[in-house]
């Protein structure tokens, strides 16, 4: 007896078939989602409120904790470039909201120092701040605050790690980019000194 025939089924490697990111479940989509609504929301009303943006709430924060601070230290702090931060505290010098001079111990470092009238106004944006955090995180339980401040920590902290795998990733898969990369780090480097 004869058997029948099969048609032949076309199988597709794992490798070729399209793969799409799971939005449901990806989380840098849901970190950028709030942080881009919550931020754009918040330089609305401040705009509205006090005519200055998220930036130069951002360096006021830093400004109100540390009395003063270099551009080059905002930067690190909160991932803001760098010349975005000195535009902002040009534009805050000129609001009378900041002082800026020379760095005692290295003359090449400025400094932005808060004025009296700036820390009136982040005293007054504070209020808006606060409120637009209570009513966001209203929907938790104050130990799932707790959980979620000490989750948020934990990732910040590991972020050095992320551009380390990422790098070695490019590297392995992508080395022509790896070593353009490479060459314009160097030539940063050098721009430095």
């Not at 409120?49 to 006021?60: K, N, P, Y």
């Not at 400004?63 to 975005?84: E, F, N, P, T, W």
């Not at 400025?110 to 009296?116: C, D, F, G, P, S």
């Not at 910040?156 to 790896?178: D, G, K």
Request: with cysteine; hydrophobic share 40%; proline share 3%.
């Amino acid at each position: 007896m004869a058997t029948p025939k099969r048609k032949a089924v076309a199988t597709v490697s794992a490798d070729a078939a399209p793969q799409n990111v799971d939005l449901e479940r990806y989380v840098p989509a849901f970190l950028t989602w709030i942080a881009n609504k919550l931020s754009r929301g918040a330089s609305q009303h401040y705009l509205n409120v006090f005519d200055v943006g998220i930036e130069t709430w951002r360096c006021l924060v830093l400004l109100a904790i540390h009395g003063s601070i270099s551009a080059q230290q905002v930067s690190r702090i909160i991932g803001m470039d760098k010349a975005s931060v000195s535009r902002c505290f040009k534009g805050m010098q000129s609001r009378g909201l900041v002082t800026i001079g020379l760095d005692a111990d290295d003359g090449r470092l400025r400094i932005a120092t808060l004025t009296k009238q700036g820390r009136e106004l982040h005293d007054q944006i504070r209020g808006i701040a606060l409120e637009r955090e209570r009513a966001f995180l209203a929907v938790l339980e104050p130990a799932e605050i707790e959980t979620l401040i000490g989750l948020l920590k934990r990732l910040h902290e590991n972020l050095p790690a992320v551009e380390t795998a990422t790098a070695r990733y490019v590297t392995q898969r992508y080395p022509a980019a790896a070593a353009k990369r490479r060459g314009r780090t160097d030539s940063n480097e050098d721009d430095d000194e």
